[in-house]
């Protein structure tokens, strides 16, 4: 079978044709699709990207699980109110408001005559941080106060 050059020809324009059809009418996908917003999506093959802050050295207390200290003691002064933990390894630190405890980047938020309240964070899915409030107790158990809220 033989067909005639100027069938291809035909063929060809036509195909320019739906080509040009299409670019004039974009889909409805294609319309809510932009170059910037493309780009702003993250891959979700690559971990998240975190700014990396200005790295201190981290303290002994960071080295260790929230559920491995043990509160041994408040200790109140005339000024200001410090905590006794201690560590798996037995060394016991004292520890004030602000200063960092536990290994997901955590502070003491809070000391009170029974308790310390700590804030550690933990990172979700997209990258940001989620923070986790956790109470340590004299009499040794520490509960996360977050979870309890969220079960309520």
């Known amino acids: 079978m033989r067909t005639h050059p100027c069938s291809f020809l ?17 889909s409805p996908v294609d319309s809510l699709l932009t170059e910037d917003m493309i780009a702003s999506l993250r891959d979700p093959f690559q971990a998240p990207l975190v700014a990396i802050q200005n790295e201190r050295q981290k303290t002994e207390l960071e080295a260790f699980s929230l559920k491995d200290l043990k ?7 005339p000024k200001k109110t ?5 560590a798996p390894n037995g060394k016991s630190f004292f520890v004030g408001s602000g200063e960092p405890i536990g290994q ?7 000391i009170n005559p029974d308790a310390i309240r700590i804030v550690e964070y933990e ?7 989620i923070p986790e409030t956790f109470e340590m107790r004299l009499s ?12 309520e």
């Open 104 to 110: 997901r980047d955590g502070h003491v938020a809070s």
């Open 82 to 86: 410090r905590a006794m933990v201690t």
């Open 71 to 77: 509160l041994n003691g408040v200790i109140t002064g």
């Open 123 to 129: 990172m979700n899915s997209s990258g940001k941080k």
């Open 10 to 26: 035909a063929l060809a324009l036509l195909g320019l044709g739906f080509a040009a059809q299409a670019a004039n009418n974009p």
């Open 140 to 151: 040794g158990e520490t509960v996360s106060l977050t979870k309890k809220r969220e079960e």
